[in-house]
């Protein structure tokens, strides 16, 4: 700064100096402060101001600053840090836990690597790979820095055939609702609470939902995906991945339209997209697009007129 003298300029950089050492107080003298003082006028004057009326420069002879260092006033130790929390930041009503029967905990150097080896695991799992599954592993897709975290039941021929959940009929719809609320599929992680098709000869699809055993013998990697993935919202698409993740047979009639805290992770129940392909009726639509605008507060997300209006008889 051209108005600043060179002794306030060397008194800045040694005051800057003493700072990064530690030092907290300095006295210093009349002049000092008002050089310094001159210093704080200009900086806080529009530029315009600042040109049309100029602060002449003093010239006196120029003499040493002095700053006289005081002894720092003794400071008490600090407080220790308050231990970190995993609560949500609004205190959501908690939803049970299902019992997971190990606890796994993936290893790698990123969040990549650790769902590999996730699922390298499961692939010698025997417990969650029993003879009633069928043998092509479908584990997750998306983001594995989502906010949003969508969990099924199991994959079924159509994603065992493209090796990715959610990419059949259901699949679709589940991605036009991610659209819907101003988001793309890439944005979120999608995975199932069962990662490989249970055997049904019974069905022409020899598609079933899995038993309880079965989402039982899983959930140990679905709660390590949690804890990987680190969601803000967990989104619980039916009955059967609602009953996986709590372990109580709850219909999600019941359990929607509400967020509540899985595991510390704010949740939110809804019906699966295979609902709403049996079910045309707008009225049940609209009960899914109410749980994920739920999901877009939880996040703050903007919610247009236009959505909030998405499926409502008035239209």
Known sequence: MADVTLATQHLLRY????????????????EAKAGLRAVYFHARQPREAVAATPVPTPTPTPQPVVVEERPLTPQPPAAPAEPVSNEPTIAYPKIAVAEARTVITATGADKAAQIADLKTRIAKDNEARTADLRDTMVFSTGSLDAEIMFIGEAPGSEEERQEEPFVGPAGQLLTKIIQAMGLQREMVYISNIVKYGPNASNQDTGNRSPTTAEMHACLPYVVAETVIVKPKVIVALGDTALEGLTGEKTPVGRARDQVRAWNNIPFVATYHPSYLLRNDDIAEKRKVWEDMMLVMEVLQMPISDKQRGFFSKKR
């Open 15 to 30: 005051l800057k100096h003493r700072q990064d050492e530690g030092v907290k107080r300095a006295l210093l003298s009349d």
